[in-house]
């Protein structure tokens, strides 16, 4: 019987199953239970916030700051608002729409005038005059009202409905009363008229100076609104 190593044919007298000693184990180094080795990444994928939680992105929950071309609405959440382009694209739209009711009204003005001075050839000044007039009155109005009615009725206009954009109370994110709505019509006009013009061209031009990147113009910040995306 033999006291020596169990094993003779291991020639480093360690125990079944042990490395060497003085030779690293075969694999990793090892490491704690429960934490990757150093330099590497662990398994799995990284954690996603829970749902209903506000992506750290969008700090504050509604109302809060938004990345620029966003913008956290109450009542709506985070919005993504109306682009530039979109919005200057659904100006010349309102603008074509506004002058085809101005024409119709004026045709079944003049038309309405013409029949009349057939009809009576005494009076044919007075309906000229009177004809010209209403033209003027429905061309003003039409231009007055167009976005007015259209903003405190539908929150939108025809021009940025086909765009897919909206308008809405930066404070409520419900669209605007007529009050607001009028404003935000009259700044630019008022300002371009006791400014020969100029004032509304730094109006349309303005979304470009707010530096919280959400286009706001000074028309907007007037009247406490927020174009955005639908």
Known sequence: MSFGDPNPNN???????????????????????????????????????????????YPGGPGGPAPEGYANVPGLGVVEVGTYGARFGARLLDMIFAYIVVIVFNM????????????????????????????????????????????????????????????????TGQKPTFGPALVRWGFPIGLGYITCFLGYILIVISPFFDNTGQLRGWHDKAANTLVIKK
């Not at 007298?13 to 490395?19: I, T, V």
């Not at 009349?116 to 004809?131: H, I, R, T």
């Open 11 to 57: 020639p480093y007298g360690q125990q079944p199953g042990q490395p060497p000693q003085g030779q690293p184990g075969y694999g990793y180094p090892q490491a704690p239970q429960g934490v990757p080795p150093q330099g590497q990444p662990g398994y799995g994928y990284p954690q996603q916030p829970g749902y209903g939680q506000v992506p750290p992105q």
């Open 108 to 171: 079944i003005i003049f038309g309405a005038a013409f029949a009349g001075v057939k009809a009576d050839d005494d009076n044919a000044a007075g309906l000229a005059v009177g004809s010209m007039f209403g033209a003027i009155l429905v061309s003003a109005l039409t231009f007055i009202f167009y976005d007015v009615i259209f903003v405190s009725a539908m929150g939108t206009t025809p021009g940025k409905m086909i765009l897919g954009m909206r308008i809405v109370n930066s404070r």
